[in-house]
């Protein structure tokens, strides 16, 4: 069985260490947030200006002047802090944020992630995503293994703008869990049931399988 | 003090055309939304907006757009806005989109008088396309040039009458950065106080980069993902 967004985030959650400052990106990543282990200190920092993101607000006490980078309601938790942009920028660069979980369209073998553009079809903008994905030390991507039709993302080059270079360490999709080094994606994990051949049928870039994969436990 | 204005109309009346113009906020949180408003009411055309987001359809920077009153956006992220993706497929307006962290520290060094940062952001892009790279132990950087703005229209919750400024939550975002970097700020506050109502040492902003001060009204507010759970 494929992984269900929520088992994603799960899996991602595991990555997480007591003590460390987080960034999640909009969609499958803002999960991550809901499996921080219990009695684990993680803070979240949101760009738009905040350390100590917590839940969204109760029915009605919702304010306009506190929201995520994904301009939802949030609130704070004991210990936040606020800062402009700049500093926000500033810690990511600096590398005071210890883990960065983002989406993307297409990451290639060595590490290129692009997830900011559809060249004639979507232009949104890149956000802070290039900020990030320059900076951060660790970065995670959660997405799924094929687009929606049933073409790899993970692939030999990014055929879309890249958003960055060489930056992405680690993938966690529906199907398995995979480190990028050495120009390949290294097979980690599989899903519960899901074999290697179909996870090597659905990678289009290079894939290494050494030895025996485990399967993912939840 | 002469920075004090009584409303949007008069600190902006002088806002010619063609001018460039920072407008602060994250999405609709923390725009000068009296600004705004004054800005569609006087009709300023040609405008190049320096802003993250350029608003929604109806509301924030979306009604400038609506306006067709804005000839450049410079921005991060334009998710947002229908009339904003169409005006820029046909062509009708001019946007770069800049990475976000990239915005702000042009804006901080305009801010802070330094002409240019360096950083690594959008290194192997198409952001990258025309710039110079300069590796600094081991790491390529790209050359940013710091923004050269007329004026900035920033929100802030408090004010006092030396245009020193106070923030509220997540509504600071690019507020205090772009107050530092125009030529001419004009800063909309929720509450106008006398001076020395303010604690200096909660002050944000300081009043040396604050040219133009007056007390907003009707703010709405809007809030763009209304994200709620069950008591």
């Not at chain 2, 507010?221 to 008591?231: A, C, D, G």
């Given at each position: 069985?494929?992984?269900?967004?929520?088992?994603?985030?799960?899996?991602?959650?595991?990555?997480?260490?007591?003590?460390?400052?987080?960034?999640?990106?909009?969609?499958?990543?803002?999960?991550?947030?809901?499996?921080?282990?219990?009695?684990?200190?993680?803070?979240?920092?949101?760009?738009?200006?905040?350390?100590?993101?917590?839940?969204?607000?109760?029915?009605?006490?919702?304010?306009?002047?506190?929201?995520?980078?994904?301009?939802?309601?949030?609130?704070?938790?004991?210990?936040?802090?606020?800062?402009?942009?700049?500093?926000?920028?500033?810690?990511?660069?600096?590398?005071?944020?210890?883990?960065?979980?983002?989406?993307?369209?297409?990451?290639?073998?060595?590490?290129?992630?692009?997830?900011?553009?559809?060249?004639?079809?979507?232009?949104?903008?890149?956000?802070?995503?290039?900020?990030?994905?320059?900076?951060?030390?660790?970065?995670?991507?959660?997405?799924?293994?094929?687009?929606?039709?049933?073409?790899?993302?993970?692939?030999?080059?990014?055929?879309?703008?890249?958003?960055?270079?060489?930056?992405?360490?680690?993938?966690?999709?529906?199907?398995?869990?995979?480190?990028?080094?050495?120009?390949?994606?290294?097979?980690?994990?599989?899903?519960?049931?899901?074999?290697?051949?179909?996870?090597?049928?659905?990678?289009?870039?290079?894939?290494?399988?050494?030895?025996?994969?485990?399967?993912?436990?939840? | 003090?002469?920075?004090?204005?009584?409303?949007?109309?008069?600190?902006?009346?002088?806002?010619?055309?063609?001018?460039?113009?920072?407008?602060?906020?994250?999405?609709?949180?923390?725009?000068?939304?009296?600004?705004?408003?004054?800005?569609?009411?006087?009709?300023?055309?040609?405008?190049?907006?320096?802003?993250?987001?350029?608003?929604?359809?109806?509301?924030?920077?979306?009604?400038?757009?609506?306006?067709?009153?804005?000839?450049?956006?410079?921005?991060?992220?334009?998710?947002?806005?229908?009339?904003?993706?169409?005006?820029?497929?046909?062509?009708?307006?001019?946007?770069?989109?800049?990475?976000?962290?990239?915005?702000?520290?042009?804006?901080?060094?305009?801010?802070?008088?330094?002409?240019?940062?360096?950083?690594?952001?959008?290194?192997?892009?198409?952001?990258?396309?025309?710039?110079?790279?300069?590796?600094?132990?081991?790491?390529?950087?790209?050359?940013?040039?710091?923004?050269?703005?007329?004026?900035?229209?920033?929100?802030?919750?408090?004010?006092?009458?030396?245009?020193?400024?106070?923030?509220?939550?997540?509504?600071r975002n690019f507020n205090p950065l772009m107050a530092m970097a125009a030529k001419i700020t004009i800063a909309e506050v929720e509450e106008l106080v006398p001076v020395g109502e303010l604690d200096p040492n909660q002050v944000h902003t300081a009043g040396v980069y604050v040219q133009r001060i007056f007390e907003g009204k009707n703010y709405e507010?809007?809030?763009?993902?209304?994200?709620?759970?069950?008591?």
């Open positions: 069985m494929a992984l269900d967004k929520f088992q994603i985030a799960q899996r991602i959650a595991r990555e997480l260490q007591d003590g460390f400052y987080v960034n999640l990106g909009i969609g499958i990543p803002t999960l991550v947030a809901n499996y921080i282990p219990e009695g684990m200190e993680v803070v979240l920092q949101s760009e738009n200006g905040l350390l100590g993101m917590g839940p969204f607000p109760e029915e009605g006490k919702e304010d306009a002047d506190l929201i995520n980078a994904g301009k939802q309601t949030i609130t704070t938790l004991p210990g936040s802090a606020f800062f402009d942009s700049a500093m926000s920028f500033g810690m990511i660069r600096s590398g005071k944020i210890n883990l960065t979980v983002l989406g993307a369209m297409e990451v290639s073998q060595d590490g290129d992630i692009a997830n900011w553009k559809i060249p004639g079809k979507m232009v949104k903008g890149m956000g802070g995503a290039m900020d990030l994905v320059a900076s951060a030390k660790n970065i995670i991507v959660a997405m799924m293994h094929t687009n929606p039709k049933g073409e790899s993302k993970l692939l030999p080059e990014c055929s879309l703008p890249l958003t960055g270079k060489r930056c992405v360490k680690k993938i966690v999709t529906e199907l398995a869990v995979l480190e990028i080094k050495d120009g390949a994606f290294h097979l980690l994990e599989r899903a519960p049931g899901v074999s290697v051949e179909e996870i090597k049928e659905k990678t289009a870039g290079k894939l290494t399988v050494e030895g025996q994969i485990p399967e993912m436990i939840f | 003090m002469k920075k004090i204005f009584d409303n949007a109309e008069q600190a902006l009346a002088d806002i010619p055309d063609g001018s460039t113009i920072m407008l602060g906020g994250f999405g609709l949180c923390g725009i000068p939304e009296n600004g705004i408003a004054a800005l569609v009411k006087k009709g300023t055309k040609e405008l190049t907006c320096i802003s993250n987001n350029a608003g929604v359809d109806d509301f924030g920077i979306g009604l400038l757009l609506k306006q067709h009153q804005v000839k450049k956006m410079i921005s991060s992220y334009v998710g947002e806005n229908a009339e904003f993706e169409r005006q820029l497929l046909s062509g009708e307006l001019e946007v770069e989109l800049i990475p976000q962290g990239t915005l702000a520290t042009r804006c901080m060094a305009a801010g802070y008088g330094m002409p240019a940062i360096f950083t690594p952001a959008g290194v192997g892009t198409e952001v990258a396309e025309g710039k110079e790279v300069r590796n600094f132990n081991g790491k390529d950087y790209l050359l940013e040039y710091a923004f050269d703005a007329d004026f900035a229209l920033v929100k802030a919750w408090k004010g006092d009458t030396q245009g020193n400024l106070i923030f509220k939550d997540t509504a507010k809007r809030i763009e993902q209304l994200t709620v759970r069950k008591k």
